[in-house]
């Protein structure tokens, strides 16, 4: 059962949009490539790979965090964009 009717996002009769903002409070996993804070992928020995980035589900934010096994659908969403920003961010810059 959803609790929400799929739909545009930008759809003005389902708005407004609500910002949420996050801070790493915790790091945990559920596989995948390993990374550091700005989410560069580390070697075997746990260096960074120049110019490899991983964000979201393939970083194994994919219901990782703080939500746990209490994670609903679509509340590791934040995460996985938290994540990329904080990538394409280190990237940039």
């Known amino acids: 059962m ?7 996002i930008l759809d003005p009769e389902n708005g407004p949009l609500i910002a949420v903002r996050l801070n790493v409070l915790t790091r945990k996993t559920l596989g995948g490539l390993h990374t550091n804070l700005d989410g560069q992928v580390l070697d075997a020995s746990g260096e960074p790979v120049p110019g490899l980035y991983a964000a979201g589900e393939v970083a194994g934010f994919g219901g990782g965090g703080y939500h746990g096994y209490n994670a609903l659908e679509g509340t590791f969403l934040g995460g996985c964009i ?3 920003r904080c990538a394409g961010r280190h990237a940039a810059g």
Do not use: L, V
């Not at 959803?2 to 545009?8: E, F």
């Open 2 to 8: 959803r609790t929400a009717k799929p739909h545009k």
């Open 82 to 84: 938290f994540s990329g």
